[in-house]
T-cell receptor, first 114, second 112 residues
C-alpha cells in the first residue's frame, strides 16, 4: 500500500519570502515522488520528481524539493516566492516495486501576498 | 513534443443522460492513460487507467466506464448520469514505466 499526506490545506507567505509546502509519504518499498501545480480551472502541471540519486531535486519555475528517507518527507521549497506562485500544489508517490498508479495528496493551496 | 487534448471543455447535462468525454495524446506511442475526477478543486480520484489498447483497470466501482479504442485515445462514458457525477474530469498520460504524468486541460461537467 502507498499513501501521501499534505498536512496543510493552506500556506500563506509574503512575496520575496521563502516558501515550503510539506509532504510526507508511506510506501512498502522505495518511492518515486512527484510535485504538481494546478492553476484555477486548469489541468495539473508536473514540477519535479525524485526517482533516485541526489536528495535535493530541482524543477520548473525555481522550485526544488528535498527527499528525506528517514523522515519519509518530500517538502517543496522555493527561496523567494512570487505572487504568480499562488496555486494548488499536489504531492504524489508511487512505490517503485509496484507497477501501478500514483497516489496523490489532497493538495495545499499556496497564497503569496504582495 | 507531446500534447494532450480533452473535449469538451465544459458540459452541462441532465440527470439520466449519457456521457462521452474524449482524450487524445499526440507525439508519443503506447502511453499509459488515466482518467481522474476532481471535486471542489481539491484531491484527485483516479477512475481508470490503461496500459494498452483494450486494457482498462477500474479503480472505483460506479456508473462510469472507460474505453481505449486506439493507442492514443481514451474515452470516458456513462449510460445514465447522476448528480454526483458532477466535477472536473482530467485525462493524463505517462510514458511506459509509470513515471510523471502529463495532464490535459480538463472538462468541467455539471449534471443538473
Amino acid at each position: 500500500a502507498q499513501s501521501v499526506a499534505q498536512p496543510e490545506d493552506q500556506v500563506n507567505v509574503a512575496e520575496g519570502n521563502p516558501l515550503t509546502v510539506k509532504c510526507t509519504y508511506s510506501v512498502s518499498g522505495n518511492p518515486y515522488l512527484f510535485w504538481y501545480v494546478q492553476y484555477p480551472n486548469r489541468g495539473l502541471q508536473f514540477l519535479l520528481k525524485y526517482i533516485t540519486g541526489d536528495n535535493l531535486v530541482k524543477g520548473s519555475y525555481g522550485f526544488e524539493a528535498e527527499f528525506n528517507k528517514s523522515q519519509t518527507s518530500f517538502h517543496l521549497k522555493k527561496p523567494s516566492a512570487l505572487v504568480s506562485d499562488s496555486a494548488l500544489y499536489f504531492c504524489a508517490v508511487r512505490d517503485m516495486n509496484w507497477i501501478g498508479k500514483s497516489t496523490f495528496g489532497d493538495g495545499t493551496t499556496l497564497t503569496v501576498k504582495p | 513534443s507531446q500534447t494532450i487534448h480533452q473535449w469538451p471543455a465544459t458540459l452541462v447535462q441532465p440527470v439520466g443522460s449519457p456521457l462521452s468525454l474524449e482524450c487524445t495524446v499526440e507525439g508519443t506511442s503506447n502511453p499509459n492513460l488515466y482518467w481522474y475526477r476532481q471535486a471542489a478543486g481539491r484531491g484527485l480520484q483516479l477512475l481508470f487507467y490503461s496500459v494498452g489498447i483494450g486494457q482498462i483497470s477500474s479503480e472505483v466501482p460506479q456508473n462510469l466506464s472507460a474505453s481505449r479504442p486506439q493507442d492514443r485515445q481514451f474515452i470516458l462514458s456513462s449510460k445514465k448520469l447522476l448528480l454526483s457525477d458532477s466535477g472536473f474530469y482530467l485525462c493524463a498520460w505517462s510514458k511506459e514505466g509509470f513515471y510523471e504524468q502529463y495532464f490535459g486541460p480538463g472538462t468541467r461537467l455539471t449534471v443538473t
